[in-house]
T-cell receptor, first 112, second 116 residues
Framework: KQEVTQIPAALSVPEGENLVLNCSFTDSAIYNLQWFRQDPGKGLTSLLLIQSSQREQTSGRLNASLDKSSGRSTLYIAASQPGDSATYLCAVERGSQGNLIFGKGTKLSVKP | DAGVIQSPRHEVTEMGQEVTLRCKPISGHDYLFWYRQTMMRGLELLIYFNNNVPIDDSGMPEDRFSAKMPNASFSTLKIQPSEPRDSAVYFC??????????????FGPGTRLTVL
């Protein structure tokens, strides 16, 4: 059974710091891995999607990497801003039809 | 496009009552997903549809839960009878099928359900 773990559960950093969020999964037979952002009281917003054949994806200040063999992904946020404060969730897709298994997320707080 | 629309946004009901949650996916999307989010269990997939047909309902917790998608623009998740342990935020998401694979999912704002 696929399990997705995110460490740490919560993280507080000063504005401007570069940071890394971690995600691990137990079964390397994944179709893709996605990172989402969730703001309080809101739904999820997709940030990055990495196909199983890819090693990384970048969008602006965000960079996500994928190492299937070790069952790990990282989300790197450069020059963090208070607006980055949110919960970040990692999800792996088991098949090609969007069946996602989520981690419990990392709650990020960026202090001005 | 207005995005995925869910109603109601908040629902408070008493144990034993029937609850119906509603979802309108993004126009043109052919996949629809229902999730439940709690502090203890995180975000869990309950059921998903492809072209209005249920594909996998293995996440539905028990027979008290049912979901339908009568057409491409509307889906319901029904709980009958409701119990306090059903209290959670229920999300609907939709996606499209591009070049043989599902694209990223677009989530609605969720329905916060409280069962007293």
């Amino acid at each position: 059974k696929q399990e997705v773990t995110q460490i740490p559960a919560a993280l507080s950093v000063p504005e401007g710091e570069n940071l890394v969020l971690n995600c691990s999964f137990t079964d390397s037979a994944i179709y893709n891995l996605q990172w989402f952002r969730q703001d309080p009281g809101k739904g999820l917003t997709s940030l990055l999607l990495i196909q199983s054949s890819q090693r990384e994806q970048t969008s602006g200040r965000l960079n996500a990497s994928l190492d299937k063999s070790s069952g790990r992904s990282t989300l790197y946020i450069a020059a963090s801003q208070p607006g980055d404060s949110a919960t970040y969730l990692c999800a792996v897709e088991r098949g090609s039809q969007g069946n996602l298994i989520f981690g419990k997320g990392t709650k990020l707080s960026v202090k001005p | 496009d207005a995005g995925v629309i869910q109603s109601p946004r908040h629902e408070v009901t008493e144990m034993g009552q029937e609850v119906t949650l509603r979802c309108k996916p993004i126009s043109g999307h052919d996949y629809l997903f229902w999730y439940r989010q709690t502090m203890m269990r995180g975000l869990e997939l309950l059921i998903y549809f492809n072209n209005n047909v249920p594909i996998d309902d293995s996440g539905m917790p028990e027979d008290r839960f049912s979901a339908k998608m009568p057409n491409a623009s509307f889906s319901t998740l029904k709980i009958q009878p409701s119990e306090p342990r059903d209290s959670a935020v229920y999300f609907c998401a939709s996606s499209s099928y591009l070049a043989g694979v599902a694209d990223t999912q677009y989530f609605g704002p969720g329905t916060r359900l409280t069962v007293l």
